[in-house]
């Protein structure tokens, strides 16, 4: 008689109690140390997953050792077995994906419909995401070796990801599911742009102003040491580019808080119609002084309700109206204009001073690019008040338009003075 042990033709479902235990206990604690960011997600989803489908199914080892016991035929039915494992992904903070063999979605979790936006369960994975690396690899999968990648997007926002796919076999054959783990790396890498533009762009344009002043100290320390009147002329030179430093550094910093939460847009609901006037109650004192009266119009609207962050906003409209005030103060009129178009909140900002040259109309966006260097600078700008503007309409997924006309000649056959028009139009 032969008494060799042999292995079970169908591994029973029953777990001895003290090794589910022991298996439950792991899996909470991956979880939580995948939570607080302890183990990459990277590593902790695959062995996540792997505890959860020991426990969904069990296994029974030949003699005292489990990790001899081969599974075998545990169901006819992936998805019916994947089910812990949906739970799972639920439970997890970053954002998974579960596939079947045959391509369909058959779960993921909260962190997932953030990135991908609507999950279409039981459908193609190719009609939640349609990023071809994705696809490409799960194709690759199939022949069982996971596969790790990066995911680069620009549009509609910039956003930087670790991919990982793991393929789960429950049988000897193909992969029976994917599980697909992402990590969101956006914030890191702008994080260190953020650093390296910062001490390039900041050592840029802070290198003339602090030359002016080491220039003005080393002459207040010698010749015009005793002459009062070039003392107090040089002192009050000196104080305008401590102040231009100042903004700077302030411009600086703002947008490079904004660059951080650009993939994150604002919830609360604010009224554009009110910032808008507060903007200019804001700078009413600037067009007094400039002899410039400003008109609000408001086409049948009294409130324009948007998903916004007020501050910001409030920067955008006294960032447009400003320039307006300064660079088109020859035309002696501003005309704002409130409308909405469909489910669009538009606010246009109209001049009537010397326009622009349609050259300089695409780059006025970039840092510090200035039509007319010299004369910005005299009005106090950085020239990252657009780049200011641009960034936080791209975070509130609006977008801004800029027109400009220039007349043939700076007066018209009657002798009174041409009105060249600028526009800022922003929608949201």
């Known amino acids: 008689m032969n008494t060799t042990p042999t292995l079970p033709e169908r591994v029973s479902l029953a777990t001895p109690k003290r090794l589910r235990w022991l298996m439950g206990l792991g899996l909470v604690a991956m979880i939580a140390a995948a939570a607080i960011g302890w183990v990459h997600p990277v590593i902790a989803l695959p062995a996540i997953a792997i505890l959860g489908t020991l426990i969904a199914v069990g296994f029974r080892s030949s003699g005292s050792s489990v990790a001899g016991a081969r599974v075998q035929n545990l169901t006819a039915d992936p998805a019916a077995t994947a089910a812990p494992l949906v739970a799972v992904i639920h439970a997890l903070p970053e954002p998974a994906l579960l596939v079947d063999g045959r391509g369909l979605l058959i779960a993921g979790n909260v962190a997932a419909a953030a990135l991908f936006g609507r999950l279409k369960t039981n459908e193609a994975i190719s009609l939640t995401t349609r990023n071809p690396q994705i696809l490409e690899a799960l194709t690759k999968a199939e022949s069982g070796e996971p596969q790790d990648f990066e995911i680069e997007e620009r549009i509609p926002v910039e956003r930087s990801l670790d991919a990982h796919v793991a393929p789960i076999v429950f049988g000897d054959e193909k992969p029976d599911l994917f599980l697909l783990a992402f990590r969101d790396r956006t914030q890191e890498r702008r994080v260190d742009r953020m650093r390296a533009d910062f001490v390039a762009n900041a050592s840029h344009e802070l290198r003339t102003p602090l030359a002016s002043l080491s220039g003005f100290i080393e002459t207040l320390q010698g010749s015009a040491r005793d002459d009062p009147a070039v003392r107090d002329k040089f002192l009050g030179i000196m104080g305008d580019q401590a102040r231009r430093m100042a903004r700077l550094i302030d411009d600086l910093m703002s947008l490079s808080r904004i660059e951080l939460s650009l993939h994150l847009q604002p919830q609360a609901i604010i009224d554009l119609a009110g910032v808008v006037t507060t903007a200019c109650d804001l700078l009413a004192p600037l067009a007094k002084e400039q ?135 922003v929608t949201l």
């Open 291 to 425: 002899g410039i009266t400003i008109d609000i119009k408001k086409k049948e609207v009294s409130r324009l309700d948007v998903h916004g962050d007020r501050d910001e906003l409030l920067r955008v409209a006294e960032n447009l109206i400003e320039n307006a005030l300064k660079y088109g103060a020859s035309g002696k009129h501003v005309e704002i204009t409130l409308s909405k178009e469909g489910e669009d909140a538009i606010v246009s900002v109209r001049d009537f001073g010397p326009g622009i040259a349609p050259e300089h109309l695409p780059r006025l966006t970039e840092r510090f690019y200035r039509v007319d260097v010299e004369r910005s600078r005299s009005q106090g700008g950085t020239g990252l008040g657009l780049a200011l503007v641009k960034h936080i309409l791209a975070r509130h997924r609006g977008r801004l338009t800029i027109e400009s006309t220039l007349a043939k000649a700076p007066y018209s056959q009657s002798g009174s003075r041409s009105r060249n028009k600028s526009r800022d139009t």
